[in-house]
């Protein structure tokens, strides 16, 4: 099966700093790459549609120039978590569509737990 | 996006089906269902979708009602590897952008 994998999987980092997250799709190409944010007991929020060599179009309230994303590959796109400050600490995952593949199926990563101290 | 309902938590007994209740009452013409299921501390799965007729897969079946305003994701034999929080979503295919609501946890007892 199709696998997409993110690096990387646990984050630590201080106040003020970037933080770069990849996300790989392994065995496929994929066009279109979403991210998503997750909080402690909540559900997911998509923040983010990537596609490959374009800009990403983010969903209301998301600031992009805070969240940089780029897709500069069929099978990598990243976000940048810019100024990182403790209330972006989440769980952050990605997901790809298959671009040959049949199916309207999304395949995610494990996802990326940044704690921002 | 059309929104969907479901309950906020399901239990099961292992071996025993599952049936999870989906209401998308104002769904339109193109939106597929899907079902996503999210373990502890993972990226969400694919479990299934699907737009008007009944679907099977290994993992689960759909079952959408004839007006399209409802499904129901089965486990056939619930495991306790099947405890997870299930994600029912409406998407239209050519965007594939999916809005995660609240989902069911669903708890497996052996």
Request: hydrophobic share 30%; with cysteine.
């Amino acid at each position: 099966g199709a696998v997409v994998s993110q690096h990387p999987s646990w984050v630590i980092c201080k106040s003020g700093t970037s933080v770069k997250i990849e996300c790989r799709s392994l065995d496929f190409q994929a066009t279109t790459m979403f991210w998503y944010r997750q909080f402690p007991k909540q559900s997911l929020m998509l923040m983010a549609t990537s596609n490959e060599g374009s800009k990403a179009t983010y969903e209301q309230g998301v600031e992009k120039d805070k969240f940089l994303i780029n897709h500069a590959s069929l099978t990598l796109s990243t976000l940048t978590v810019t100024s990182a400050h403790p209330e972006d600490s989440s769980f952050y995952i990605c997901s790809a569509r298959d671009r040959g593949g049949k199916g309207s199926e999304q395949y995610f990563g494990p996802g990326t737990r940044l704690t921002v101290t | 996006d059309a929104k969907t309902t479901q309950p906020n938590s399901m239990e099961s007994n292992e071996e025993e089906p599952v049936h999870l209740p989906c209401n998308h009452s104002t769904i339109s013409g193109t939106d597929y269902i899907h079902w996503y299921r999210q373990l502890p501390s993972q990226g969400p799965e694919y479990v299934i979708h699907g737009l008007t007729s009944n679907v099977n897969n290994r993992m689960a079946s759909l079952a959408i009602a004839e007006d399209r305003k409802s499904s129901t994701l089965i486990l056939h034999r619930a495991t306790l590897r099947d405890a997870a929080v299930y994600y029912c979503i409406l998407s239209t295919d050519s965007w594939g952008k999916l809005q995660f609501g609240a989902g069911t946890q669903v708890v497996v007892t052996p």
